[in-house]
Nanobody
């Protein structure tokens, strides 16, 4: 069982930056592929970014060039720059065990472990 806790959300003006963190319990953190998802009010949860065990990354088109996903031995991060009002959402991190070092996953159904989420609000 993996427990995930996000932090770093908040209120920021358009054009600003935030850095989200996700810490996972357990000593097998590096055996998991990870991802960030977001859900805006009245909308379905959507994929934002994913990172493999080896550090391969993938982004949804709307955040490419603005967001950067990364990880170290204990945490996963989402650096968000040039934020827009449409980035406003609850951001959640997710994890799944993976046998493949370079594999990343973009569908929410592929992740069994989820954090509670952190609110990001971008004002215009």
């Amino acid at each position: 069982q993996v427990q995930l806790v996000e932090s770093g959300g908040g209120l920021v003006q358009a054009g600003g930056s935030l850095r989200l963190s996700c810490v996972a319990s357990g000593r097998t953190f590096m055996s998991y592929a990870m991802g960030w998802f977001r859900q805006a009010p009245g909308k379905e949860r959507e994929f934002v970014a994913a990172i493999s065990k080896s550090g391969s990354t993938y982004y949804t088109d709307s955040v490419k060039g603005r967001f950067t996903i990364s990880r170290d031995n204990a945490k996963m991060y989402l650096q968000m720059n040039s934020l827009k009002p449409e980035d406003t959402a609850v951001y959640s991190c997710a994890a799944r065990a993976s046998s493949f070092s370079s594999a990343y996953y973009v569908a929410s159904g592929q992740y069994p472990y989820w954090g509670q989420g952190t609110q990001v609000t971008v004002s215009s």
